[in-house]
């Protein structure tokens, strides 16, 4: 459902926005999107999928673009079948938690 997408994560060599030595973590990834998530210990934690969304959600977003006509209703009949498939939702938001919370600091 997106257009736009990272397609490098960043890092040193095309950023000044990062010290020497920083590690970049591309924590997820799919077959359309090879930049799911981005991680730089205490720094960063990012994620390209909407972890907020539903299965019902995803529907209604699916209904609302064929009714604008930005999505064919065979292409939302395709997205809609995978809707309720099987995802690492509470693996993610253990490590925001985490990440929010401190608990990766001590990892080297």
């Excluded at 920083?22 to 934690?45: A, C, D, M, N, P």
């Excluded at 209604?60 to 690492?88: F, P, Y």
């Amino acid at each position: 459902m997106h257009v736009d997408h990272v397609v490098n994560p960043p890092s040193v060599d095309t950023t000044d926005l990062l010290p020497k030595g920083t590690q970049v973590h591309v924590w997820g990834t799919s077959e359309h999107t090879g930049v799911q998530g981005v991680y730089i210990q205490k720094r960063l934690f990012t994620t390209q999928g909407h972890m907020e969304f539903n299965e019902a959600m995803v529907k209604r977003q699916l209904e609302m673009r064929v009714k604008a006509g930005s999505l064919s209703e065979k292409d939302a009949d395709e997205a809609s079948e995978s809707a309720d498939w099987l995802h690492d939702g509470q693996r993610v938001a253990k490590a925001v938690v985490r990440f929010f919370h401190g608990d990766d600091d001590k990892i080297q």
